[in-house]
């Protein structure tokens, strides 16, 4: 499933510029010329003289009163934006954006817009010569109705004649999207560009009367859709007579000024929310209508920061719906979707044979459920191929997809619901947001579709097939403490997955190694994962081909040791799940440790391999700077618990055995210790991370941690004849 897109929602959409008319920039038409103007303008020289011959008092000055600012235009705009060094360097900024959606009984949504830009350096020119509307074309339409460059007090028409319409880019869903691009001519610093656009519909298809389970939900969609005239039928919304938006107040260039402008029938309630930041708003009505306005003055651009949150986390934002409430929406995906899920002869058959081959016919559901989400998990490639009008929250039917073995993740949803109902169990399809939180307020913030599995005492069981390829788990670790919608007849509260502690997720590194005299190092790395780190490490396997696999685990050790011999490797298949995954690899290093005056020098060869790998300590391959203003978004927690024991040359002994500091803080935790028992050196290390995202306030402490665990990695051990002095 595509991530989400608030209806009428757009980068550029517009005001509406009626035939012969300009429009000012703040959304007022200029009139046209009245007959009587003309008359006066064509009337003569004397017109002109007896006008400064009269009173004074009937002259009229429509300058505002001292202190008051004239009414904003395009070319004040411009000049008033500033320059580059006004907002940090950036190359163009947004000097203002309006965007007014009119919403009608049916749900139709009319989108004007009006944007503003200013070029602030030539790499901004370069940014904005080309500019792009993406729409997707069986449920929204956009047109472009005026550009201009204002240059100075000049402004220059672009003609939108020259307007493309061309296919979308597309990877891993081939929807047949659609984009708009206009060429503009070549700008120059300081120029503004003035863009007009109009959009009506949804940007998000959630059904098609097409598809034989959406009977229930496209018969009350028929019936808005008869309420409007042919043009607009297609643009009744899935669920009909709704509304809902996500609107973001902060993009990747800075804003001088953004509003949002919301008309709905006067016979529409609205649940509203702001987040994450302040927001101006107010709120008018009129006998058939009522207007909600939000906008926000001077934002910053968004800061890219590694590891960062989604912008929806983090962005000032106003969340609208029309729909009551979630236990609506829930009955409402249940019934668009209720005859999606047949069970064909054939579907049958296949779900028996996956429970005989893995002796479980007479096993419990839930080891039954699990031997099913896997076969999904690993028949059911992501593809999303078109399958006509109403792509987005359909779940084509289950015959469709075991025929196809592909699909998005509705589809492949679609596939273990389908399955477990043919094994007599009581499924759902629910929605979530993968990476992101869901809010409070009923609006469609979802952008993954699982499957819900009701037990006995009513709760629900939830399983992701999508994010389980080569995953010993039925929901992935990387989607705890997410929100998700459970679609039912009777309907559902938004709920939440629990949160996962870190022991859940455990690398577990054992390394046995041997030193000679001479430096050379000698060794068997044993890793071994729970969790999301039991499906990293079956996805490094299994993403590698068979004939380069001593290539890519020569390359992990290679961070311990920039010379690796005597390579062997051994790890069970990366489908089998029954039990953790692990992979071994026993090496030689010549030279790892180095001759220093009499002695030897050397570094934890578990540490180098570890820290230096995202695949197996995600939290420790950043080089993190000093300050941040993002939360750190990882997916998941982990622990890291590793025991090195490295056999000296005998009578040779470590100068020290040394200790980390213990670094315990809310969000993360280092301990890392070292002894000499015999002829052992014996290191050991222990890391956690304790939340998947780590808000700003708790980004020093995470740090530190960290830090420790890295400078743990960079001690030098030194051993010598006699050892310590």
């Not at 469709?400 to 499924?427: P, Y």
Request: net charge negative; with cysteine; aromatic share 10%.
């Amino acid at each position: 499933m595509p991530a989400r897109v608030a209806p009428c929602a757009g980068a550029a959409s517009s005001i509406p510029v009626a035939a012969g008319r300009r429009v000012a920039p703040r959304g007022r038409e200029e009139a046209p010329l009245t007959g009587a103007l003309r008359a006066l303008r064509s009337a003569g020289a004397w017109l002109v003289l007896a006008l400064l011959a009269a009173p004074a008092w009937t002259q009229v000055d429509s300058s505002p009163p001292p202190g008051d600012e004239p009414e904003p235009t395009a070319v004040s705009r411009i000049a008033a934006a500033g320059e580059a060094d006004d907002h940090d360097g950036a190359s163009y900024v947004i000097a203002y954006d309006l965007t007014s959606n009119h919403v009608k009984p049916s749900g139709v949504c009319y989108s004007d817009g009006y944007v503003l830009y200013k070029v602030l350096t030539p790499a901004g020119a370069r940014a904005l010569a080309v500019l792009t509307w993406g729409y997707e074309p069986w449920s929204s339409e956009i047109e472009v109705r005026e550009v201009s460059v204002i240059r100075g007090e000049e402004r220059i028409p672009v003609d939108v004649s020259a307007v493309h319409d061309l296919p979308a880019p597309q990877g891993g869903i081939y929807w047949n999207s659609r984009l708009k691009t206009l060429q503009l001519p070549r700008l120059e610093t300081n120029d503004g560009i003035e863009v007009v656009t109009f959009r009506k519909g949804y940007s998000y298809a959630l059904l098609s009367e097409g598809e034989p389970g959406a009977a229930t939900a496209a018969a009350a969609r028929a019936a808005a859709a008869a309420s409007e005239a042919p043009p607009d039928a297609k643009f009744v919304p899935p669920m009909p007579g709704e509304y809902f938006d996500i609107v973001l107040f902060q993009a990747s260039a800075p804003i001088v000024e953004k509003r949002y402008v919301l008309t709905v029938p006067a016979s529409k309630r609205l649940h509203s929310q702001t987040y994450n930041g302040p927001l101006y708003g107010s709120t008018t009505y009129s006998p058939d209508s009522t207007s909600y306005s939000w906008w926000a003055l001077d934002v910053p651009a968004q800061k890219s920061e590694v590891r960062q949150s989604d912008a929806s986390d983090r962005a000032p934002k106003v969340v609208v719906a029309t729909v009551e409430s979630w236990e609506a929406k829930s009955r409402w995906f249940f019934d668009a979707n209720r005859n999606q899920f047949e069970v064909t002869p054939e579907i049958r058959a296949k779900v028996e044979e996956i429970f005989r081959d893995a002796g479980l016919t007479n096993a419990s559901e839930e080891r039954k459920a699990e031997a099913l989400v896997h076969w999904v998990a690993q028949n059911i490639r992501y593809s999303g191929q078109t399958m006509g009008e109403g792509e987005g929250f359909t779940l084509h039917p289950g015959s469709m997809i075991f025929e196809q073995r592909s699909g998005v993740c509705k589809d492949i949803a679609g596939m273990l619901i389908t399955m477990m109902r043919a094994a007599g169990m009581d499924s759902y399809a629910a929605m979530t947001m993968a990476g992101s939180r869901i809010e409070t307020v009923p609006a469609d913030q979802f952008n993954h579709c699982v499957c819900a599995l009701r037990k006995t005492d009513g709760s629900f069981d939830m399983y992701d097939p999508t994010w389980v390829p080569f995953t010993n788990d039925i929901w992935s670790k990387y989607e705890t403490e997410q929100q998700y919608l459970v679609g039912s007849p009777r309907g559902e509260p938004l709920a939440t997955i629990p949160y996962s502690p870190p022991g859940e997720s455990t690398l577990r590194v054992t390394h046995d190694a041997e030193l000679a005299p001479d430096g050379t190092l000698r060794g068997t790395l044993r890793l071994e994962g729970s969790g999301a780190l039991d499906g990293r490490l079956r996805n490094m396997v299994a993403g590698t081909r068979l004939e380069d696999e001593r290539e890519t685990f020569a390359e992990l050790l290679s961070h311990a040791g920039n010379q690796v011999t005597d390579l062997t490797f051994s790890h069970p298949r990366p489908d089998d799940f029954g039990a953790n995954m692990w992979v071994e690899l026993t090496y030689a290093m010549p030279a790892y440790a180095l001759p220093v005056g009499e002695g030897l020098e050397f570094r934890s060869p578990m540490m180098g391999v570890v820290l230096a790998s995202a695949w197996l300590f995600r939290a420790a391959w950043p080089d993190w700077p000093d300050e941040r203003e993002n939360d750190v978004f990882l997916y998941f927690t982990q622990v890291l618990d590793g025991r090195e024991t490295i056999r000296l040359p005998k009578g040779m002994k470590p100068v020290e055995t040394p200790a980390s500091d213990e670094v315990d803080e809310t969000y993360a935790f280092f301990k890392g210790a070292a002894e000499n028992p015999g002829r052992d050196l014996v290191i050991t290390a222990r890391a956690e991370v304790r939340r998947r995202q780590i808000p700003p306030d708790g980004y020093a402490g995470f740090k530190k941690a960290i830090d420790e665990a890295k400078e743990w990695r960079d001690r030098v051990y030194r051993i010598e004849k006699g050892g310590g002095r």
